[in-house]
């Protein structure tokens, strides 16, 4: 009966993020075995957001399990380089890793789609497709391949586009521009002339400033302003629509993840998506803020030209026309995922993005005024 109790609670707990996290007994922990994890984050410890959402789920499963399962975390380099820990949770190296899993696009571009693609879904459409419109199916089944079982575990919201030394005015100023950029979007921003470079969070500084690159993008404005990109490049561009709400991932070794008992596992799951909400709410509420602070301190803030915008949708269309051609096991997920974004899109149009325009445009009106200047009194 305590058994059925616990586990109707971490259903709920996966549907409500952090509302309800199971926490076992005393007397059913006593039962269950002591497990020591070592998870190898792709993010640098200076990033309370990114970095932290490991943190959550770490501690979140030590509370639930009376410090029965614990989960070490690990930076970015201290025990996996950032872009390696896909394969030690692959070869068993490590337990389990918290990353952006379209850093490993190039093992297969398959595995963005746990992220971020180019022009796909915002956040909310993401956690749609991964919980309840077959995203999660289709992911485990393509992580199989690598001895991987996913967790959505984070989600940044839209991206900004990035840090820029020179204006970026039309397509053709693109050309030969040495670009950080994350994941998929180097392979369709270089059909038009960039080249892309793909650098960990932590050295993307120290390559902006010395111009080894000529413009960075990383996530949004408290991340930017911590790394302190807006010293060396003033032209600070949005949106990132190769982000419009890319996921982290919990990827963790197969073979241990069967190996736990069904509470642990339980438990575990309702973590990532505790840090799968708490992630999103700690940047939408610490960003406001830092854009503030960043134009106070002189940064231009630039939209892509709608040409921009245009040239990169359409190349990014003639690359996944292209991979599906090639990759079925891309094809296969493509074509689901595009069949739920498009209708994600009907959807969205009618009654959110009318809220949220005219939500925008009233909020931009209520600004206070000076009785004096609203309406001169009369004599
Ligand atoms: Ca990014």
């Known amino acids: 009966m305590q058994r059925r109790k616990f586990l109707t609670s971490a259903g709920a707990g996966l549907a409500a993020g952090a509302a309800a996290i199971p926490t ?3 007397a059913q922990t006593a039962a269950l075995p002591t497990i020591k994890w070592r998870l190898a984050s792709s993010f640098p410890k200076s990033l309370d957001t990114i970095f932290g959402a490991a943190e959550v789920i770490s501690k979140r499963v030590a509370a639930g399990t009376g ?39 190039g093992k297969d571009p398959t595995f963005a789609f746990a992220c971020a693609i ?5 956040a909310r459409q993401q956690n749609a497709w991964m919980y309840h419109g077959g995203g999660m199916a289709l992911m485990r089944d393509f992580f199989k391949d690598y001895n991987i079982v996913n967790f959505p575990a984070g989600n940044t919201g839209a991206q900004m586009g990035g840090w820029f030394r020179k ?9 030969g521009l040495k670009f950080r950029v994350g994941g998929f979007a180097g392979r369709v921003l270089s059909k038009l002339g ?19 690159i000529d413009a960075a993008e990383w996530v949004g404005p408290y991340d930017d302003e911590k790394l302190g990109f807006f010293k060396v490049a003033k032209y600070y561009y949005y949106p990132g629509w190769w982000e419009g709400g ?5 990827f963790v070794n197969m073979k241990q993840w069967e190996a736990l008992p069904p509470e642990y596992k339980s438990i575990l799951e309702s ?30 803030l630039r939209p892509f030209s709608r040409d921009i915008m245009n040239a990169c949708f359409k190349a990014a269309n003639e690359v996944y026309e292209e991979e599906s051609a090639k990759n079925p096991k891309f094809k296969k997920v493509y074509d689901a995922w595009k069949a739920f974004r498009d209708d994600q899109i009907l959807w969205f149009r009618v009654a959110e ?27």
């Open 271 to 300: 973590a990532c998506a505790e840090a799968n909400v708490d992630m999103l709410a700690k940047y939408d509420s610490l960003n406001p803020a830092a854009l503030k602070r960043l134009a106070g301190n002189g940064v231009q």
């Open 24 to 26: 076992l007994t005393q």
């Open 194 to 212: 960039v080249v892309p470079q793909q650098i960990p969070g932590g050295d993307i500084y120290p390559a902006l400033e010395k111009g080894t």
């Open 118 to 122: 180019p022009f796909g879904m915002n």
């Open 353 to 379: 993005q009318n809220f949220d325009s005219y939500m925008a445009t009233a909020g931009s009106s209520s600004k206070p005024t000076t009785p004096a200047k609203a309406a001169p009194a009369k004599k």
């Open 246 to 250: 890319p996921e982290l991932d919990l």
């Open 67 to 105: 410090g029965k399962f614990q989960i070490q975390v690990f930076a970015a380099g201290e025990i996996v380089p950032a872009f390696s820990t896909v394969d030690a949770v692959q070869n068993g190296t490590v337990e389990c890793t918290h990353t952006a899993p379209y850093y490993f696009f």
């Open 167 to 175: 204006e970026i005015k039309t397509v053709a100023d693109l050309k």
